[in-house]
């Protein structure tokens, strides 16, 4: 397979640019939901504990340099065992695909295009996907992000202000006494199970030119990603309060839609639908990635782009066979995604990787 070269400054804004749109837009209303005007303070601790997902993960790495999770955790456990360990997070990179799409193709037709036939979304993003894998693979999702995430970053931190004239900070308070921490760390469950994506990193390090700039990086990526939901949160709670806005679906997206600043600048909500979209294709361009690089190591394929073919149908059928976005998005993340995938995928199997590597490395060095 071919070497590629990814920077420190690529992995910082692939984590921020995929970070950003669907960690916004999603995890707002069941954050609010549990843990009400503190939303901000589970933003908080659901930031922390990503962030040591991102140290675990990246330093797994350091200890195989050049090597992928799907190489290295049959150095760790031994052959089957290292193989049968990879198959929870092929269901998670290939079920999530299939997610997403049908959550960008839904949301896109309730905000844009209501009369354009789904499946016309549905192909029109695979093919993109397929294009950006095929040509371009991680070093071209690199390239992309570093080009996208500024704008980002900078369309959300000039849209939050324009709020400020309808906000009352009084709507946060009181502080904790109202919530209690065990309310708190349940809201904290939506918005970690998504910082908790950084896991991805034990696939991507082994592609980078100088992996020891690995850790800083995406300590510094999670870092602005949660920094922005937490701000976020306190805004949409200044602005409609914790009640109203843990009814809403997408209550980011209806702050947007509310802004109304100087009589001039209104309807700016397709930024914000910009973004999103943005944000969706460079997380599903690092799902489809990986989905057909691991695919491929697992198998021993030393072609991985042959893998494209059939990867992509699978997940055009899995976007048309859900029903409608509330399975594919709320099902999804409340029966499979949090009590799954974020206690075994992004905790438990790194953890235990880390742990037995090393323990062997030591003893290695020791005889």
Known sequence: MKKVNLTGIQIF???VSFQCGNTLLLTLSPNINEAQQDAWIASIIAGALGLFIAYVSTKLSLLFPGRTIVQYSQDILGKWLGKLIMIPYFIQWYSVLGVILKEFSDFTILTLLPRTPIWILTITMVLLLMYMTYMGGIEGIGRCSELLGPFIVLMIILILPL?????DWTRILPIYTDTGIAHIFKGALTPLSFFGEVCMLTMFISFMK???EGPLRAI???SVACFLLTVSSLFVIMVFGPGLS????HPFFDMVRFISFGGFIENIDVVIVLIWVISVFIKMSLYFFISCYGTAQWLHIK?????????????LIQAWLYPDIT?????YVTKYWIPIV???NMFGIPLLLWFVASIRKKYANAH
């Open 246 to 249: 843990a009814k809403m679906a």
């Open 303 to 315: 072609n991985w782009r042959m893998l494209i073919w059939f990867i992509a149908p699978i997940i």
């Open 220 to 222: 510094l990526g999670l």
């Open 13 to 15: 804004w692939i984590i």
């Open 342 to 344: 974020l206690p075994v």
């Open 163 to 167: 709020n400020i004239q309808v906000m």
């Open 210 to 212: 100088k992996p020891t």
């Open 327 to 331: 399975l594919s998005d709320i099902g």
